[in-house]
Every structure is written in C-alpha cells, then in structure tokens.
C-alpha cells in the first residue's frame, strides 16, 4: 500500500521508494507521520518502528538510495534540540528496539538496545544494587540512544564523568546499510577508535545508535544532601572552588541562581555513615559563615525543573545549556545580569561545578530574549559556549550550536564519509552538518 | 631519502633537530617492542607546534610517511618506524604551559614526562590520574596517542578521562583545536576519536589535562591467597559489595618470585597475591578497609598487611610496576602480553593460560589489573632452545584468542600498534574496521600517519565500502554482535 499522496514530505522520494520502504518489517511497524510527528516545523511523511537491528539498517539503507531525509527518534522527549532540519521524510523510531540485551551484574557492565527508557533501564540495573551514573532529563520518558545523541548529562557528571566516559561500546547503522560496532563490552579496551565518544553527542548525524554498552557503577547505600544559602553568586562561587579544591568526596555539586535572589548552593555526598558524618562536618567549617541545611533529593531536579511551563502562560522563554571554567561561575553571572537588565530579561540558572549550566531567560515579548541569547553568545565564545536547546514560538531563529572553531572542517569531513549524501538529520547539527 | 627535502627538513628544524647518522638514527629503530625494527630515512625534532606542520606539509606535499614519537616506550610497536618515512620526536616539546589550579586544569607540550604533571601540582595536593607503570619516562603525547591506563584507572578512568582540549597538527598540516578547557564544546568530540588513535589521525602539539585533587588517605592493603583463583573470587566479592578501589592488582607466584628478585618489595610468598588501594576521606576509607579485610579472610586470605606510610606504599608499588622488568630476572627472553576479559571470566582464563602452559612446556607469569579484568600474562622462553620462541608466540596469541572468545579485547593499555593489527579481524568484524578506516580517511586521505598500523590492511580513501557480513564469532554462535 503507498501512502496517501497528501503526505507532505519534503524529501524527492518517488512512490517506488516508498513501496520498496514498506516491504521491510510488517504493515503494522509502519504509519503515515501526524502533526505530532513534525521535526522542528518540519513534516515528515512515516514513521518506522524497525523490530530489530537489520530492519533499522534496511530501511536506513533504502531511504538514503532514495534521496529521502531520516530523522532517528527515541522518545521525541528532545526533538526540539539542535537545529530545524533542512529536510525530513522517514522517521526511524527505536521504540520497539528496547531489549535489555545483557546486565552482566558481575562485570558491572550492560548492554541495552536504543529504545530503551532509562527509567525501565536504571530499575533493572537496581535489582542487583547498580546503576548508570547519570541522571538525565526526562528518565521515564528518554531513551538510550537519544540520551546519547544528546549528550545529556546531569549532576553526577562531577564525580563520574559524562557519558563518553560511561560508554565502552556502541553499535549504529550507517546510511550505507553497514552495522558497525566500536569499543566491546569490558570496561578497559584500546582496539581501534573510540567511537563510542564519537556518536556521543552527534545528534543522529552520523549513524543510528542501535545499541550501547555501559560500565556500571553500584548504587549509593546512604546519601546526604546540604544546601547553603550564600550572599551573593561571588560568594557561592568561592564555595564551589573550596568544595573542589577540598579533600571532600561530594558527588553532587551545582549553584541554583535566580535575578533578584540569594544564590544557593546545594552537595550531596554518599557513602557509609561514618564517613558521611565526617564529610558533613568538613563541609560545615568549610563554608563559614554559610550555614548548611539538609534538603532532600528534589533539589537536584532543579535542571529538569527550568524546563516547566511558564507561571504566566503569556511569556516568551529560551533555555541554554552554557559551559564556562568552575572559576568563570561568578564573572558569568555578571554578564548575564549585565546583558539581561537593560533587556527587561529575567534569568534562572542551575549550574554544576563543573562548570556546566542550564539558563532559562523570560521576558514578556520574544525579540530581547533573542537579544540576550545572541549577547551571551557573543560573550562566552570562544572558551566558553551557549547552545540554545529550546526557544518558545515567536522568539527568531538563532543558530542551536554556536561556533566549533577550526575544528570545523574536520567535522565537515567526518559527516562526509559516514553519512555523504546528508540523509541523517540534515542541518541540525552545528554549522548546518 | 631525496636531498631536496633533507635540505627542507634542515631549514625547519636547524643541524640539531635533524638526524640523519646512521649511528644515531639506530636508537629510533624500534620502540619498546623490540622485536619489531625498521630503520627511519630521518628523524626530526621538532621544538615547537609551527615546526611540527611546516614537516607536516612537506610530507604531505612529498608523500612521505610520518610516525610520531614520544619517549619510544610503547609495548606495540606504535612508535615503531615505516619504510621510506620520516620520525617525529616530540622530546623538544617538553614544557608544562599552563597551571590552572582553580579549574584543575594543565596545558602541556607533548613531549612533558607524564610523572613531571604530578610533580609539578602535587605541592598544591593534585595529581594527575592515569599512571602507567612507565610513567617515570613516558610522555603526555605518548600517552594521548595510546590511551594509556594504569593501575588507578579503575577509579579514576584513563587518559581519554582525563584529557580535556587538544592541540592537533593534521596530516595535511593544518592545525585544529579539538575540545577545550571548558566541556561540551559544540561539534562532535573528536578529542575522544583522537585520544588512543596510536598516531593514525595527526600529531597533538599542545594537551589540556584535567588534574584531580588528592584523596585525603590512601590505603593499600595486600592479601595473600593460596591460588589466583581464590583471590579472584575476593575481587569479586569486593565489587560485588559495592565499592570501587582505587586500584585493584594481582600477582602469581611466578611474579612475585620476579619482583621480589628485582626490588625486595617485601611481597608475601604466595600462590595469588591480590592488591587492594582504597582512597577517600579518612572515615570512610577506614570504613571500607575493614570490609575488605573481612571478605579476603573470607575468600582464603592467609596473610593481609595494610600499607599506611607513603614510604610503604611506595615500596609496594614500586614492586608492581617493576613486574615486567623484573620478569627477566627469571627467563631469559619474555612476551608481555596484554588482554582484556570481563572479570567473572578470569578462573576459566587462569586455568585455560596455566593448561596451554603446560602443554608447551612454557612457563607464564601473570600480573594483572584484577578490577578491570586487564591482564599481562608474561610468556616466558629462552631464545637458545630452538622452537620455544615459536611456542612462546603460539602461545600469547592464543591467550588473544581466549581473550576475544571471553567477550573481552586485544588490548587494554598497550594498544593495536604493528604487533597486534592482525588479531584486528578477529576482534572486529569487517564493516566494524571498515567504519574506522571512514575516520581516519577524514583525518588523513593520504595515509602518510604511521600508515602501517592498528588496521590489517590498509583501505584506499574513497573506496565504497562492502556489505555487512556476520562476524565469524555469530557465525561460530560464540557471541551474539555484541
């Protein structure tokens, strides 16, 4: 059966491509894409659901021979991310790749296909007591591979590293057909490039994750949280240096900023009992005058939380992920009370130690938003960068990425060999890759 | 080599970063795998990231091969020469940049030893983590070509942890900047791709490292078990309770009898001798020792000595990281070896190594990284008995095989380099090297760095690739595509 020729893709693909699309998997892994399928504005014309790998590879293989656009989805949770693609016709949906294929609990590794939900993930690591070491948006919702593609990390980036560093082997399929994997499944390996950290973060531009091996890490059996209150963001700073340049073993640390309030500064710790009371009081001496409270683990959705409704339904907002130095924290708030005050901008921030941070600015019209989007930018490149993850309608486009500098062409030549005819997510990625 | 380009090389670098002397380019001939040597046409030393290209172009310009080199003290081969080419010495390089102690973070030149990073910021109680037991002479550059580990990377992570920012000079001879001080610079992370690509992709001119802060104690217990096997169990148990020592090591009795021959580490004589390091803040590393003394009394544990004082510590790893060396106090000639296996295989794999060694009448030493399942079996011969070296041989490949047949990896630290590049194919399946070789054609479509190594055969840039074929272990219904 050929889709109905209302559909409203953009790519060239002829009705034989579509047919020969449609001999692979079953009549029910295949739909016509709705208004809910649309990438950024852009409407594809199906949406696959691939039961298993060679399916995925299949279809990957006969869309990019069609000249048609592909646009890999786990949950859709981030399909606002990156930029507006130039093209998208077929979705390739992961929903039905989402085997936990092997938790080898022993070896602290698992290996988990793409569609998996972390949350449905992370519960089944925690039956033997272990868990990934991130925490990323949407747990319930987002996948394996969009996480990934991502690059999503959260809190426990500080004391475990990002996911490149959590990564130790991938599978993805090329436009070409071609399923490759990189990495193993042990937690120490040197054989061949490391791409596993390549597809980290490429947005779906280079291949589709089918798969993923992790090192796993064992769950925390007592956690603390603190929260300190200080004067000002130079002072919560000061704080964020002490802790890092202490002997203290946190595995949470980030500032929560907001115009027109006091800063707070929020540590976890784990560990045994012993040594979490012994921890807490060297927090305690370290950061007089402050005085620390115990929160509960809430606080750390505070990132999750800049990305709610607006109290006030009619404001424009914009999130940023910005990433300074530790030691840049303070100066950086300056700027942004510098840029956004004279805007009539209001921002928020939740920012961890290591220096990374998510920015939500609102205003009652969109144009100063877009204003102080472009300033920050302006601000922190190079060194530093903002990549606008979500703008509300109305606020002009601006380029997602920001600049990759001289390392750019290299990139340029990167995408060429693995995905040449451009067929995965056209223009999303930085400098329109 | 053609005197034009001698000439050109000359006006680059000056008489002293030049080497053209027979005499003085034998020193270059091979790296620490000596069994491999080929002698370079020139060796250049060049002392600074403009030096480096303007090389780089005119080998890109002449079509003539590079190897980069460190301090030549690889295990693979890496640094290992090619035909007709030209060596790169990064040594002149060798100045710490940048110390940036609020951030945690160093700029280096390639050629800086990697123990002089942590000498260099351990009076402000940092050190730099990934610590190879060549750490007192091997580079920083040595190192990011390598992804070198170390017996602490089971905490801490390895050099691609740990390297933030690079500096890189093409194989066209252009320059880029991958990463940065700051995370998440916007693009793909091809410091990741580069870290560990064994001087296939360019030459790092310039590294940012991150630092990491000292624990406030350390603490190094060591157990003696009866068998490697008992104390194989008491590594699991360990992990299986939840914690994660800073390192985790273990010997045989046949390297114990080797180290205590070389250093007088004062090791227990034992059948297994397992190592446990657990860093932190005091409470809870007294905490945690506890547990892990009771799980290795659990697990056969005859004799446990905690090492308190840095002078104890020392002397405990000194005698780990002499091992190698030391295996020539007992055999004449050795074969390291290093592979990889996921922990829970390692009673099958100790008792398969010990079986194969019997069998050929080969002794086999063994010291591994017990936490992260890396193993060094050290194949011991002697040259004069004809046929052992063969045997000897047979025999280290085949614990490749083993390795691979477990679900693990050819290399964990020493890398692919010109020994092991055609155990490749075993390991991966064809498109999975195709793939690869899509990478390095990006980064050098002219194939002039170190061109001979990590891949079996060499790929054309620009050919079209073939299809998927199944991996001969799905075939041999051994593993499933992992």
Redesign the interface.
Known sequence: MTPPLSATGTGTGTASAWDELRTIGSEAQWRDAGPEDTVAGIQPRMVFEPQNEAELAAALRCADSAGLAVTPRGSGSKDAWGNPPTRADLILSTARLNRIIEHAWADLTVSVEAGCTFATLQNALAQHGQRIAVDPLWPEHATVGGILSTNDSGTLRIRYGGLRDLIIGVTIALPDGTLASSGGKVVKNVAGYDLPKLITGALGTLGVITRAVFRLHPLPHNIRTFTLAERDWANANQLVLAVQGSKLAHTGLQVRLKSGEQPKVDIRFDGTEAGLAAQSEVLRKLALPATETESNAEVWHARQRLFGPSAQSDRAFAIVKCSVLPGSIAATCDQLRDLSEPLNVSWEAVVQGTGLGYIRFEASQPLPIHQALQAMRARLEPGGSVVVLHRSPGIPEIDAWGDAGDAFPLMLKVKEQLDPKKTLNPGRFVGGI | MDPRILAEFRAITGDRGLITSHEQLKTYECDGLTNFRVMPDAVLLPSSTEQVQAIVRVCHRAGIPFVARGSGTGLSGGALPVKDGVVISTAKMSSILEV??????MVVEPGVINLEVTERVAPH?FFYAPDPSSQSVCSIGGNVA??A?GAH?LKY??T??HVLGLEVV?PDG?????G???????????T??F???EGTLGIATKITLRIV????CIHTLLAAFGSTIEAGAAV?DI??A???PAAMEMMDNLAIQAAEAAVHANYPNCGGLLLVELD?????V???IQQVDAICRKCGANEIKVAQTDAERALVWKGRKAAFAAVGRISPNYIVQDG?????ALPRLMNEIARLGTEAGIRVANVF?AG???LHPLVLYDRRIEGQEHAAEVLANRILELCIEA??????????GEE?KMM?SK???E??????Q??????DPKQLANPTK?FPRPRLCGEV?G??EPHPLEVAGIA???
């Open positions: 940036d102690l609020p951030n945690a973070r109680g390598e992804n580990g990377c992570g390895f691609t942890t093409l252009s320059i880029a900047h991958l940065g001080k700051a995370l998440d610079a916007p693009g793909y992370d091809l990741g791709v870290v560990g690509s802060k000292r624990p406030e699991s992990i299986g939840g914690m994660l932190g803040p005091i409470a809870e007294e905490a945690l990889v296996i996921p922990r829970t990284h992260d399942g890396n679900g693990g990896s050819i290399t964990g630290e020493h890398g692919v092991k490749m390991m991966f399946a498109p999975d090297l195709e793939t690869m899509r990478v390095r054609c990006a980064f990590v690739p299809k998927y499933e595509r992992f």
